[in-house]
Nanobody, 127 residues
Framework: QVHLEESGGGLVQAGASLSLSCAVS????????MGWFRQAPGKEREFVAA????????YYADSVKGRFTISTDNSRSTVDLQMRSLRPEDTAIYYC????????????????????WGQGTQVTVSS
C-alpha cells in the first residue's frame, strides 16, 4: 500500500515557474514507476512525466518536454515536478501516481497501469 499527497499548486502568470511535490508514504520499491498526470476542466486525465522511484532516465509528454523536470528524492520520500515557462494550457489539477509493476518496466504513460493516486493539486496559469 502506498499513500500519495501532492502539494505546491497555485496561481501563477504565464512564463512563471512552479514546483510540485508528492509525498510518498508506505512501501515504494526501487523499480516502481512514479508518474505525474494532469486533468484540465472538461478533458481527460493525461500523462505528464514518469520516472523510477530509484531515479534514472525520465519520460515526458511532448507537451512538457524541455519545460518540466521530474525527479525523486528518496531521503525525503518525494517525487517532485519542476515546471517552468508555464502556459495557460498547463492549467489543470496535477496528480501523482504509482505503478507497482509485476515485472521490470520502463517509465511510461499507460494511465490504467498506475495503481495508487493522490488527491491532486490545482495549478492555474493566467495569461
Amino acid at each position: 500500500q502506498v499513500h500519495l499527497e501532492e502539494s505546491g499548486g497555485g496561481l501563477v502568470q504565464a512564463g512563471a515557474s512552479l514546483s510540485l511535490s508528492c509525498a510518498v508514504s508506505g512501501r515504494a520499491e526501487p523499480d516502481d514507476i512514479m508518474g505525474w498526470f494532469r486533468q484540465a476542466p472538461g478533458k481527460e486525465r493525461e500523462f505528464v512525466a514518469a520516472i523510477r522511484w530509484r531515479g534514472g532516465t525520465p519520460y515526458y509528454a511532448d507537451s512538457v518536454k524541455g519545460r518540466f523536470t521530474i525527479s525523486t528524492d528518496n531521503s525525503r520520500s518525494t517525487v517532485d515536478l519542476q515546471m517552468r515557462s508555464l502556459r495557460p494550457e498547463d492549467t489543470a489539477i496535477y496528480y501523482c501516481a504509482v505503478d507497482k509493476p509485476w515485472e521490470l518496466t520502463v517509465p511510461h504513460a499507460h494511465i490504467r497501469e498506475y495503481d495508487y493516486w493522490g488527491q491532486g493539486t490545482q495549478v492555474t496559469v493566467s495569461s
